[in-house]
């Protein structure tokens, strides 16, 4: 019976050391380990930001381009409302008026093409940061809507072909087809500007989800660390319990010394 007692007790003394060193290898990892983990949230945030600002910069400058370029159509369009209905090919102010089309008008698209493609690169980084977040718990982050995105590029692809058909009608004889054209032209670019308003509106939301997701893994770094710690702290002390109370069975009682008379 004494040596079960023994076995069990050297057993219950190997247990108790691994899991004491165990403790306290994950209490001190713990804080060797929150360094780094506080420089990638850091990190990741300031990507998540930089590309952030970047979409919120080329939005804002497609949005004044597309602003501009209606402003222009406008102009042209009272421009036309001068000439004469009846002309033939070749008319002079209808060829400027084209021309005018071709130089004021159709850059402004081009402008606002770009600066929507550079928002489609910044939300496919924004979106794979966030998915990468996404993968732990209690963190996952909706990003930018690459739908919605597809749908604009796609739309302002069209209108640079429509604008340069615009003028091409514009330079003709009066024409009905250049009132549709120019109709179309303007339906377009008011969808345009539609969309990319929707788009400024949820890089704001979105920066504002991942300010708050910043701030939320920040604080929460150093109070799971001293918890893990204080629990890997108290598990250490039970296991020093253990391991005194398995040595003392070991051992056995202690003998009391017998004297001679």
Request: aromatic letters at 4%.
């Given at each position: 019976?004494?040596?079960?007692?023994?076995?069990l007790?050297?057993?219950?003394?190997?247990?108790?050391?691994?899991?004491?060193?165990?403790?306290?290898?994950?209490?001190?990892g713990?804080?060797?380990?929150k360094?780094?983990?506080?420089?990638?949230?850091?990190?990741?945030?300031?990507?998540?930001?930089?590309?952030?600002?970047?979409?919120?910069?080329?939005?804002?400058?497609?949005?004044?381009?597309?602003?501009?370029?209606?402003?222009?159509?406008?102009?042209?369009?009272?421009?036309?409302?001068?000439?004469?209905?009846?002309?033939?090919?070749?008319?002079?102010?209808r060829?400027?008026?084209?021309?005018?089309?071709?130089?004021?008008?159709?850059?402004?698209?081009?402008?606002?093409?770009?600066?929507?493609?550079?928002?489609?690169?910044?939300?496919?980084?924004?979106?794979?940061?966030?998915?990468?977040?996404?993968?732990?718990?209690?963190?996952?982050?909706?990003?930018?809507?690459?739908?919605?995105?597809?749908?604009?590029?796609?739309?302002?692809?069209?209108?640079?072909?429509?604008?340069?058909?615009?003028?091409?009608?514009?330079?003709?004889?009066?024409?009905?087809?250049a009132?549709?054209?120019?109709?179309?032209?303007?339906?377009?670019?008011?969808?345009?500007?539609?969309?990319?308003?929707?788009c400024?509106?949820?890089?704001?939301?979105?920066?504002?989800?991942?300010?708050?997701?910043?701030?939320?893994?920040?604080?929460?770094i150093?109070?799971?660390?001293?918890?893990?710690?204080?629990?890997?702290?108290?598990?250490?002390?039970?296991?020093?319990?253990?391991?005194?109370?398995?040595?003392?069975?070991?051992?056995?009682?202690?003998?009391?010394?017998?004297?001679?008379?």
């Open positions: 019976m004494k040596l079960c007692k023994r076995i007790a050297a057993l219950a003394l190997v247990l108790a050391a691994i899991v004491l060193l165990l403790s306290l290898a994950v209490g001190v713990v804080w060797v380990v360094g780094p983990v506080t420089a990638r949230a850091t990190h990741l945030s300031e990507r998540i930001d930089a590309g952030l600002d970047l979409a919120e910069a080329k939005l804002d400058h497609a949005q004044t381009s597309l602003a501009t370029a209606a402003q222009r159509l406008e102009n042209v369009k009272a421009e036309r409302r001068q000439l004469p209905r009846q002309s033939g090919p070749g008319d002079l102010p060829i400027a008026l084209a021309r005018t089309v071709q130089r004021t008008f159709a850059p402004e698209l081009g402008d606002a093409q770009q600066d929507l493609h550079a928002v489609a690169e910044a939300a496919v980084v924004i979106n794979s940061v966030l998915a990468d977040l996404g993968n732990l718990p209690f963190l996952a982050e909706t990003g930018l809507d690459m739908d919605q995105l597809e749908e604009i590029n796609s739309r302002i692809a069209g209108a640079g072909p429509a604008a340069w058909e615009l003028s091409r009608l514009l330079g003709e004889a009066a024409d009905p087809e009132d549709a054209q120019m109709s179309r032209v303007e339906q377009l670019l008011s969808r345009l500007r539609e969309l990319v308003a929707a400024q509106q949820q890089v704001k939301q979105v920066r504002q989800r991942t300010t708050a997701l910043k701030a939320r893994v920040l604080a929460w150093t109070p799971a660390a001293l918890l893990v710690s204080s629990v890997c702290l108290w598990i250490a002390l039970s296991e020093i319990c253990v391991l005194s109370r398995a040595w003392s069975w070991i051992r056995g009682p202690r003998r009391m010394p017998t004297g001679g008379v």
